[in-house]
């Protein structure tokens, strides 16, 4: 309950259950639970078989998984046998990305600072959180999905396919970019058929990747083959833009302190806010395997290694983001909770009712009720889910536990 940035669960009856409205996904539950009882739901290799050719985009950071001895390539190989047709890494669009948010801001007059949008708990944070901030988010889209868009509309005229004989999969670092692809908030459907967490590939790829290590040789490596390490660690986005005003946090407890400093009309000379709902990023994801700061490290290493320059089209670049290629299919809303109801009198009705509940309990954020805070419990007995004498304070003397 207390590792929940946004007070989404709640223990009743000896179970504990969770509110999908305030839920944003970031998989704090996953690691903090002691006995592995969440389990995020996740796609299987064996769901590709069904299509005729299938394309796979890994998360950067599945590379930052295995020791920098290990060519890039390899992966890739080994992604083939596990039943892929064709392995593509999504840094190449993040590089035309990052170009496309540079000249964004360059053009950009409206309220500052703008906020990333490429952490999808980040998003469903000021959703929940924050919904005066939603404005800020930046409204440019997270470069796994243009990749995906990129090849879903050439690759079927490409290939000689029919649309439904391409199937699309990315790799996920974490829960949220699950859901993002699953039940996305920004467009209608998501360009993906599926989605794998990196533990369950990177399971799968160990034994292989290390057979065809046996036998590699660099020179199998073809000429046009493209390594680049993205996005993947805290403040590499931000690094490459090459902007003044900027301000770089993760971590969800540090990212709430700075939000609530915007909402508090602070960092108004700040332009752009780098937030990712991890310590370290995308590295320290839920579903990574090996400790984030060996990856980090592992991911510099590779890039010094086998990372090859990105030559990019400055015109094209410009051309597209003129033409809104670039931005999210739907503006992004706030999240409607129960609590705040359409009718602004019943919001502020509940509102005081909850101040004046609140103003009974012992505010000590005990959670011996179920609750995370005393405030959370207010919240739920305003809306019928609990009684007062759920506070074990407010037990009447013949129901105390002795």
């Known amino acids: 309950m207390r590792q929940c940035p946004t007070q989404a669960i709640r223990v009743r009856d000896g179970k504990s259950t969770f509110s999908e409205e305030l839920c944003i996904d970031c998989g704090g539950c996953i690691t903090a639970c002691p006995s592995g009882a969440i389990v995020p739901s996740i796609d299987t290799v064996e769901n590709i078989h069904h299509f005729k ?188 833009l090459g902007i003044e005003k900027w301000l770089v946090v993760a971590g969800l407890d540090n990212v709430v302190r700075i939000f609530d400093d915007i909402e508090n009309s602070s960092l108004r000379d700040i332009v752009f806010i780098e937030a990712s709902a991890h310590i370290l990023g995308c590295v320290s994801g839920t579903f990574n395997v090996i400790n984030p700061y060996v990856a980090r490290a592992n991911s510099i290493k590779q890039g010094e290694k086998y990372e090859t320059p990105i030559e990019l089209d400055e015109e094209k670049i410009k051309k597209q983001l003129d033409e809104g290629c670039f931005f999210l299919e739907n503006p992004v809303y706030p999240r409607p909770l129960r609590f705040f109801d359409t009718n602004i009198e019943i919001s502020i009705k509940r509102m005081r009712e909850r101040e004046r509940v609140y103003s009974k309990l012992p505010q000590i954020d005990c959670a011996c009720c179920g609750a995370p805070t005393c405030m959370a419990f207010a919240e739920d007995f305003v809306l019928g889910l609990v009684e007062l004498t759920d506070c074990i304070f407010l037990k009447s003397p013949s129901t105390k536990t002795p």
Request: charged share 20%.
């Open 53 to 240: 050719y299938n394309v796979i985009l890994p998360n950067p950071v599945l590379y930052s998984q295995f020791d920098p001895s290990i060519h890039p390539y390899v992966i890739h190989l080994g992604l083939k046998q596990l039943g892929f047709d064709e392995v593509i890494n999504v840094s190449q669009t993040s590089a035309i990305m990052t170009r496309a948010l540079k000249l964004y801001l360059q053009d950009y007059k409206g309220r500052l600072p703008l906020i990333s949008s490429y952490c999808p708990s980040i998003v469903r944070l000021i959703q929940v959180k924050y919904p005066d901030l939603v404005e800020l988010i930046l409204p440019i889209d997270v470069p796994r999905e243009i990749a995906a868009r990129e090849i879903r509309m050439t690759y079927p005229e490409k290939l000689g396919l029919a649309p439904d004989e391409l199937g699309l999969f990315f790799v996920s670092n974490c829960p949220a970019k699950v859901v993002a692809v699953r039940q996305p908030a920004e467009r209608k459907t998501s360009w993906y058929d599926g989605i794998h967490s990196i533990r369950e590939v990177y399971s799968a790829l160990v034994p292989i990747v290390n057979e065809i290590s046996k036998n590699f040789d660099p020179s199998q490596v073809p000429d046009d083959f493209s390594f680049n390490v993205g996005w993947i660690s805290t403040g590499t986005l931000t690094r490459s």
